[in-house]
């Protein structure tokens, strides 16, 4: 039909922490979603999935961001940006981008994640 029903997915180690609104009938979805969780000291990355609701069959899987620890110490006041999509499965073609707004808050003992899941195209 040309248009998807996109939600996010954020994963923290791979276990789900956030899911966003869906967005009916787009290809450049607006959440403007702003969500803050605890971060274990010793985690590794954060995942951002765009999926596509599906009523009739599974979701599909758009495509993924992936943010790693290190990533995060490179950016100190946080990351802010467009960031490319990449594939999930390596026989799907991704194409599209998604704003986020990630930062990591607090100290060693007591570390919270902000994440701002802004639009996509």
Request: with cysteine.
């Amino acid at each position: 039909t040309g248009s998807s029903d996109p939600y996010c997915i954020v994963k923290i180690d791979d276990e789900a922490i956030i899911r966003t609104a869906t967005v009916w009938k787009t290809l450049s979805p607006f959440w403007g979603e702003e969500y803050e969780v605890q971060l274990q000291p010793n985690f590794h990355s954060i995942s951002i999935y765009v999926m596509d609701e599906d009523a009739l069959s599974r979701d599909d899987v758009i495509g993924k961001v992936c943010i790693t620890r290190d990533m995060l110490a490179e950016h100190p006041k946080g990351y802010s940006g467009w960031v490319s999509l990449s594939e999930v499965d390596p026989d799907e073609e991704v194409q599209g981008e998604i704003h986020l707004r990630v930062e990591v808050l607090g100290s060693q003992g007591s570390r919270r994640l902000r994440c701002s899941v802004l639009e996509a195209r």
